[in-house]
Every structure is written in C-alpha cells, then in structure tokens.
C-alpha cells in the first residue's frame, strides 16, 4: 500500500485536529505516531487501535522533552517523513488589556507554538531529508491559525505566535527545499474541545461567515492529507476558515 513504510508523527493528537489528522494520515497508510502532554491512556488506545503506530508522552513547553520525542520517533522507526506540528496553546486576554498579557504569558506560549515546532523540526531536518525522494518528498506542516493572518484572536500573544510560525514556514520552505515541503493550515474556528466554550466565535461563524459553521477537526485533516500527498505544493499558508476572511 502507498505510504506503508512511511512514518508521520503528529504532536497534540490525542484530541481535536491532531487527532484527526493523525486519523486521517493512517487511513492514507502511514506508521503513525500519536502524542500528547496528558491523555496517556488515550494516546495508547489510539496508537493501538490502528496498524503500526505508537504513542509518545512529551512537554513541549520543555524542549529537553521536544528533543526526546524526536529521538524516540527515529529509534521506533528509523525514520520520518511527516512532521505535523499541531499541539498549542492558547490565551484569552482582550486585545486592550495590555499588562494581562504578561512577560510569562509570552514566553509560554512561544514555548508551545512557536519555539518546540523548531524545536522538532531542527531534530528531524537529517531524517526528514533522507527519507525524501523524487516521488514522494518529506514534508513539514504547521498548524497555525487565522489569527496569525489576521489582526484577530484570542489575544495578541497567541495571534503573534501564530504569525511567527507562519513566517518560519515561509523560510522554511525556503531553506529546507527541495527535500522537505513545508506548509501551514491557519484554521478559522474549529469545533474542538478549545472552543467549546467560544460562543461568540461560534456566533461570528454561523452569522458571517460564507459557510455559515466553524469547521469540524476531519475536515482540517483532509487539507492537511492534501498537503501531505502533494508533491510540488510548498510554502503556502492555506487559510481554512469558511471564507469568513472574505467577509
Ligand atoms: P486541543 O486542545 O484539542 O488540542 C491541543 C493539543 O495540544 C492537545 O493534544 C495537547 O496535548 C497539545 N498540547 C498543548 N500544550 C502542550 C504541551 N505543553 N506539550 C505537548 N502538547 C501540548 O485543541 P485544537 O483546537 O485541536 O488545537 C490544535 C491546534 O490547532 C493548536 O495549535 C491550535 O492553536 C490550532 N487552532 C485551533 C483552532 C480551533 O478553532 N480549534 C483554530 C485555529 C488554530
């Protein structure tokens, strides 16, 4: 089967849209390997209720634990050849309350959203580009957020990392090529368990936006397993969002 050797690790998969894309990349035939901050139990249902995966524990706000996760991915399998990075965090701080988003604040969520996907990426860059070939080149996907492409989100903190991790994807793709794709999914809202409580988002979307929802998390990982199954495709910050940017 297409893919049957390949390996894709997806951070934050035992919920929301890592776990649908990590779903998602299985059923497309890859060794996945499940990981979370918390949900042992569940990472290790999942790992175990699909062919060839595995789950792995990891703090990414500490990036020892970055680097051990990699370490443990290429030891399993020998190899990698997807990296979604997926797991983040976010804040809620109104844009005007400036000395709410702290210093520590800041760094927090640097740490999860922007500083442990290099992190990961740094200590699979050798491994990712081994793999690659002409048919089937390794690739890089960020999840990133609408928010770091527009003046918009949660608070300003958590747009910035987003708009951080979406540069860093553009120099990536730069850098890496052609060896490694890389890519980004700025997702508007999704339904997942860190936006059960947005109503107003909820609202926004129903009201304005071209598609009159927020998204569910499968249809997040279809992009993410069209970006993955391109060959050529690098670069690019695919806005998922319902259309509502048009608005
Ligand atoms: P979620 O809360 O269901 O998943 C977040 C995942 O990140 C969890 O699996 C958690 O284990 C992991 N994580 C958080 N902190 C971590 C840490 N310190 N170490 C390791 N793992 C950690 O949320 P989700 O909505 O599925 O979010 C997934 C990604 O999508 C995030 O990067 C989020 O910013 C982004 N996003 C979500 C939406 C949305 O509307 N849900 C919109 C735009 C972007």
């Known amino acids: 089967m297409k893919n049957s050797n390949r390996v894709a690790l997806v951070t934050g998969s035992t919920s929301g849209i890592g776990k649908a894309i990590a779903l998602q990349l299985s059923d497309d035939g890859f060794n996945v390997v499940f990981h979370s901050r918390d949900s042992i139990e569940e990472g290790e249902r999942l790992a175990a209720s699909v062919p060839k995966a595995t789950y792995f524990q990891a703090d990414l706000s500490d990036q020892k634990q970055a680097k051990k996760l990699a370490s443990n991915v290429l030891s399993t399998y020998g190899r990698i050849d997807v990296l979604v990075n997926n797991a983040g965090i976010n804040a809620m701080i109104p844009h005007d309350s400036l000395k709410e988003a702290s210093p520590k604040v800041w ?41 770091g492409v527009r003046p918009k989100g949660a608070s300003i903190p958590y747009a910035a990392s987003k708009a951080s991790l979406n540069h860093m994807t553009q120099l990536l793709a730069l850098t890496l090529s052609p060896e490694i794709r890389v890519n980004a999914i700025a997702p508007g809202l999704v339904n997942t368990p860190m936006t059960e409580k947005w109503t107003d988002a909820r609202k926004l979307w129903a009201e304005k936006s071209p598609m009159k929802r927020g998204a569910q998390p499968a249809e997040i990982a279809h992009v993410a397993s069209m970006l993955v199954s391109s ?13 509502l940017n048009l608005t």
């Open 107 to 147: 760094r927090e969520l640097y740490e999860v959203n922007v500083i442990a996907p290099w992190t990961l990426i740094a200590e699979t860059e050798h491994a990712l580009r081994q793999s690659s070939c002409s048919d089937y080149t390794s690739s890089i996907v960020n999840i990133s957020s609408h928010a």
């Open 231 to 243: 060959n050529y495709l690098t670069g690019e910050i695919i806005l998922v969002d319902g259309g």
